[in-house]
């Protein structure tokens, strides 16, 4: 009797070999992906936040200079960015991906990605904020009290999904316009009163 | 001779058993083409997509890439897909893990230690890190006596390897950390019924949402019926050893559970409560009860909490947890053996469980983690009353208390470089007092490449039966264990993703049943185990993970241990077969030859589950088939007593409606 299921095998085997069959022969079609890396799904916000954002005609110093996002201390990040904005344009501009290895270089950016801890000169975010004060900088980070600390917009997480908040004081101080469909989305927070994410 | 009738099941024996497990999960790499797409997803389809994360290794939120454990973690997408009833159901599918289930309870098999009597007081269980497993049997439901509906399960991270360092006793060989919806994810209401072939029926009502004024609430209430088996056939050893004649236990394999959950959070305030109440129909071979009389019992859980997290500095949290927990357990049988007389089992526990814990982000990146836990056993009541001889009778009633600092400091050595260090001091007020170390060593060479080399030390104090039976008075110490683990994870490419694991423990202290019915510590067990995983992620939205596992655990004499499969194979593929909304979802699982708890040999078997899912059909719709067990083929389990057989197939129809 309890081994009355090895007469079955041959059976489940089949029921095996034919799932991973049709597994593999729709795996190639299709598209559409389900995205499991948070450093891709945070490239494919970024490049939303671009979008809908309007930055001043003073964030570039000339008409043909390339949109630049620098990111500082996410490598894949990076990496995914470069394949996301590769050949496209964005605000009318082509798109550079700058890794960001010392703060000077920060002020240069529209959209400034920073990620402290792992960054190369090992400066706290505070500092970062610092070098890019009074300039034209969409700031983002995944980071509790990025936005009491002059950040712009801020990842979080919410069960499976990672969702952002955004500070509209701090965005209008850098001369940015958000678009209502971003502030829409956004959990909206100012910067004195970061609300707790978990 | 009396003492072990404290515990839920009749005959206990000493035998000890092994195995071991685990697994990983990764995250999933892009290729050009796809992360090219990514770009051109919406935002409001940005939002909804699933990022991995776990919270349950650490406390805190952090990329899997650095929790210095293995962690495996299924989503609410999966559960669904897979048509999982139950956790042990999700369970079955983790890697390296076996389920034994004497249809009473389910036990989980987990590291290379399984034991059919030890109600998973070895695992530690949680819903988002609040511990289920009670105060008298230490015992983490699994079964249709878990607290929550699958339906309300948002994600389940499988932390394997000992995880005491922080939550001290119970997690042994692992923990379970169930993390429950939102309101946010419920936006709005939902009503579900599912019909099964037992038959069995299943409704759930649940309306959840966040409102403009940021007030997030969840409130659900299930009921579930089930007949279970209707002519259940008793194994033919069970009739030798019985005496029984008769072949078939007719309609004593039913099933009733309600539950409620409720969840709002505000701002800074979290209050959750949960509650379940299951009755259920035992089976002959677990309480060792004839066909004439059987058993019947009653499981409740019930616990209510305030949580309350604030940031005192941008760089700092402080999250502080106070619940209240009850637990309660009666039955009523008449055993065939040992004594014919109707006995009434009853157990009840009340606890205070109290909880802080401060962690602050240094700008270096450094992560520490300190924090303090108390918990006050008001009431631990459990009793056996012989209805017929009182003299026969045997009961405890007692209290006790535990207060655990704890603390883990994540130090960032180099860019790609992490430590984790952390360590859990635990004193009980029945003396017994342990240190447990964790130490993780993290290596990330390449975006796609992580190697972590993790030791750890555990422990479990011996519950409030097997003190009550122990051989000599303050005999017993607590079971400890040490683990070693090397764990290999590699990004093949844009879809593939590999892990390997090597793994040693060391167990001492066991504690087992004497055949007088006493308890001891007993002597040393040994398991050391290679497990192998693979995942992938295809674009087109199809899932696949496979897992392997071979181990081997051995007592000091170098014997094999009781209910420890040497291999485990698993297969798990979900693909969507017509349009986006059509899935097929199917799971194989092999378990490798086993023996039962009285050393007799209990067969391998392969058995796979089929589930049809048609999502946000006519917009609000999600439908569903399952069919468990698909080939009908039967296996035996072992439980405290012998064996039981498997469940034979059985088809869920299953309608979910959102509005």
């Known amino acids: 009797m309890i081994f009355r299921l090895v007469m079955h095998w041959r059976r489940l085997l089949f029921a095996s070999l034919v799932a991973i069959g049709f597994t593999v022969t729709l795996g190639g079609s299709q598209s559409t992906g389900t995205v499991f890396s948070a450093d891709a799904v945070k490239a494919a916000y970024l490049v939303n936040f671009i979008r809908f954002t309007e930055w001043p005609a003073s964030a570039f110093r000339s008409d043909d200079v390339p949109f630049v996002i620098g990111v500082a201390g996410n490598k894949e990040l990076e990496d995914y960015l470069w394949k996301i904005t590769d050949g496209k344009t964005l605000q009318g501009r082509k798109v550079r991906v700058v890794r960001l290895i010392n703060l000077e270089d920060a002020a240069d950016c529209q959209l400034l990605y920073i990620q402290a801890a792992d960054s190369l000169p090992g400066v706290p975010t505070a500092d970062w904020l610092a070098a890019i004060r009074k300039k034209n900088v969409l700031t983002v980070a995944n980071e509790p009290g990025f936005i009491a600390k002059g950040g712009i917009i801020n990842f979080y997480t919410d069960g499976n999904n990672l969702r952002f908040e955004i500070s509209p004081v701090t965005a209008e101080a850098a001369g940015l316009k958000l678009s209502s469909r971003l502030l829409a989305l956004a959990r909206i927070v100012r910067p004195d009163a970061p609300s707790p994410s978990r | ?659």
């Open chain 2, 1 to 659: 001779m009396t003492s072990a009738l404290f515990y839920k099941s009749w005959r206990l024996q000493a035998v000890i058993l092994i195995i071991t497990c685990q697994s990983q999960a990764q995250l999933s790499p892009l290729s050009n083409n796809e992360s090219a797409t990514l770009g051109e997803i919406p935002l409001e389809q940005l939002m909804q997509l699933p990022v991995e994360f776990v919270t349950g290794a650490s406390k805190y939120e952090q990329n899997i890439q650095r929790a210095p454990a293995s962690v495996t973690v299924f989503t609410s997408e999966d559960i669904q897909n897979y048509g999982w009833q139950t956790l042990a159901d999700a369970l079955r599918s983790a890697p390296g893990f076996f389920i034994n289930s004497d249809r009473f309870y389910d036990y989980m098999g987990n590291r290379g230690f399984s034991r059919p009597y030890d109600y998973n007081s070895r695992t530690l269980v949680l819903v988002d890190g609040h511990r289920i497993n009670d105060s008298i049997f230490q015992q983490g439901s699994i079964g249709t006596d878990f607290i929550l509906d699958m339906d309300l399960v948002e994600r389940i991270e499988i932390i394997h390897g000992p995880s005491s360092s922080l939550y001290g006793s119970s997690a042994f060989y692992g923990a379970v950390n169930v993390i429950p919806k939102k309101g946010s994810d419920i936006a709005g209401g939902q009503a579900s019924a599912s019909l099964g072939s037992e038959p069995s029926a299943k409704g759930r009502f649940t309306t959840g949402n966040r409102t403009a004024s940021g007030v997030d609430y969840v409130i659900s209430a299930t009921e579930w019926w089930s007949s279970g088996e209707k002519d259940f056939a008793l194994p033919q050893s069970w009739r030798t050893a019985t005496g029984l004649t008769s072949l078939n236990a007719a309609n004593q394999d039913g099933m009733h559970n309600q539950s409620v959950y409720a969840n709002a959070t505000w701002k800074w305030l979290e209050l959750e409560s949960a509650y379940i109440m299951r009755d259920k129909d035992v089976l002959p071979p677990v309480y060792a009860t004839n066909l004439t009389d059987p058993a019947h019992a009653t499981d409740q859980r019930a616990y209510a909490l305030a949580r309350a997290t604030g940031h005192p500095t941008a760089d700092s949290s402080l999250v502080t947890t106070v619940s209240v927990d009850y637990y309660g357990y009666d039955a009523l049988f008449s055993p065939s053996f040992i004594s014919f007389d109707e006995q009434k089992l009853h157990t009840e526990a009340l606890s205070l469980n109290f909880e802080t814990r401060w962690q602050q982000t240094f700008d270096n990146g450094n992560v520490m983690i300190a924090g303090l836990e108390y918990q006050e056993n008001f009431i631990q009541r459990t009793s056996r009353d012989d209805l017929v001889n009182a003299a026969n009778s045997v009961s405890v009633d007692t209290s006790s208390n535990y207060v655990s600092p704890f603390t883990q400091f994540d130090w960032v050595l180099a860019h790609n470089l992490f430590l984790s260090t952390g360590a859990r001091f635990d004193s009980y007020s029945t003396g017994e007092q342990r240190l447990t170390p964790r130490i993780g060593l993290i290596w990330i060479p390449t975006p796609a490449t992580d190697f972590k080399l993790l030791y750890g030390q555990a422990f479990r104090v011996p519950n409030v039966g097997e003190r009550a039976a122990e051989a000599t008075p303050s005999g017993l110490k607590p079971e400890t264990n040490q683990s070693w683990e090397l764990v290999a994870n590699h990004k093949l490419n844009s879809i593939w993703r590999l892990d390997a694991h090597l793994y040693y423990t060391d167990s001492s202290n066991l504690i087992i049943y004497t055949p007088a019915g006493t308890t001891i510590n007993s002597e040393k067990i040994t398991t050391q185990g290679f497990e192998t995983g693979a995942t992938a992620f295809f674009p087109s939205n199809i899932q696949v993970r496979a897992s392997g596992t071979l181990q081997r655990s051995y007592d000091a004499n170098g014997h094999n241990v009781v209910d420890a499969p040497r291999t485990l194979f698993k297969l798990n593929a979900s693909a969507p077969v017509y349009e986006k909304w059509l899935r097929a979802s199917m799971e194989v699982q092999y378990v490798g030859d086993r023996q039962d708890i009285n050393g007799d040999p209990l067969g391998h078997y392969l058995t796979a589950n089929f589930t049809l899912r048609a999502i946000h059909v006519w917009r609000r719709w999600d439908l569903s088939l399952s069919v468990y067990n698909i080939s009908g083929g039967q296996w035996a389990d072992s439980t405290s007593s012998g064996q039981i057989q498997s469940i034979p197939t059985s088809v869920v129809g299953k309608v979910t409606l959102d509005f």
